[in-house]
């Protein structure tokens, strides 16, 4: 494997790790009513800029 490919498959599971993290917090919400347009709004847009 290049030494490209490895930098920036490194950097995309960085970020997916960051995402992941991002997301614990809403997902700690699930089940509860208190998820909002504008959590579900953002939530779809992180995983849509992957």
Same mark, same amino acid.
């Given at each position: 494997?290049?030494?490209?490919? $490895? $930098?920036? *498959? %490194? *950097? ?7 995402? %992941?993290? +991002?997301?614990?917090?809403?997902? $700690? *919400?699930?089940? %509860?009513?208190? +998820? ?5 709004? $953002?939530?779809?847009?992180? *995983?849509?800029?992957?």
């Amino acid at each position: 494997m290049s030494s490209d490919l $490895a $930098a920036k *498959l %490194r *950097l995309g599971l960085g970020e997916l790790s960051a995402v %992941r993290e +991002q997301f614990g917090v809403l997902l $700690a *919400l699930e089940g %509860r009513d208190t +998820q909002g347009v504008i959590e579900r709004s $953002a939530a779809c847009a992180m *995983l849509h800029s992957f």
